[in-house]
């Protein structure tokens, strides 16, 4: 996608949650262009022909910047991490592990300036990157550890539909990506309309558990 497109994309992220930090000075689109200059800088090809890029993301500040940052630091860090995602999907990127964007203080910087260095790091136990998009609008990870859904308390996501089995489904890890599995369900689990027994999961598949939509996203 063209840069610009990226740069409107940032823009819209941190109107109103961030104007009024960023009103003067060191602004979230110069973060998004060092970033995604840096991801499409270091970018290579896996033995499966795919485009790797980094997915951890230190970024340094001056103290006075980061101090500047610091009540809106968890939000930025998240919005950029958004957006390295969404510019990934846009080119066909792949990452190894899940995406990460740290910002930290450093001496070496002075006030305005700062660097960035992305670096290539694979998830827990080998796994890539992916996440589902909850009907919340929150963000699960995927790492090594099973994911469940149903309507008991126990399950890693509890699902107050009544279309839903207390034991309903499982995400589990496999290879280097994640196979979603029904448990047996009263009503069975979709991908994409489709009922499914296990399907191992692919980028923008949208998962039905009963009424409840989760969609999965591989990075």
């Known amino acids: 996608m063209a ?3 990226f740069e409107r994309r940032l823009e819209r ?4 949650t961030f104007a009024r930090v960023f009103r003067s000075g060191l602004r979230p689109v110069e973060l998004g262009r060092r970033l995604v200059r840096e991801m499409d800088d270091n970018r290579s090809v896996d033995v499966r022909g795919r485009t790797v890029v980094p997915n951890q993301y230190v970024i340094e500040l001056s103290e006075a ?3 500047r940052f610091a009540e809106v630091s968890g939000g930025l860090e998240r919005e950029l991490a958004e957006a390295a995602r969404e510019h990934a999907r846009d080119e066909g990127y792949v990452f190894m592990g899940p995406v990460s ?3 930290e203080v450093s001496e070496r910087q002075h006030t ?3 660097q960035i260095t992305g670096r ?3 998830g827990t136990g080998g796994v890539g990157a992916g996440s589902l998009l909850l009907p919340t609008g929150e963000r699960l990870g995927l790492g090594e550890q099973v994911v469940t859904f149903g309507r008991k308390p126990e399950s890693t996501v509890q699902l107050a539909d009544p279309n839903v089995s207390r034991n309903h489904a499982e995400v589990r890890p496999r290879g280097n990506g994640w196979i979603l599995v029904d448990l ?3 009503n069975g689990t979709r991908v994409n309309g489709v009922r499914v027994s296990s399907h191992d999961l692919v980028e923008g598949d949208e998962i039905a558990f009963g009424n409840t939509i989760v969609t999965f996203e591989a990075s």
Not at 13 to 16: A, L, Q, R
């Open 184 to 186: 047996g369900s009263t």
């Open 65 to 67: 910047d980061h101090e």
């Open 101 to 103: 964007v740290h910002l």
């Open 120 to 122: 290539m790091r694979e």
């Open 3 to 5: 840069l610009k497109g």
């Open 13 to 16: 992220m941190v109107e109103g």
């Open 112 to 114: 305005g300036a700062f």
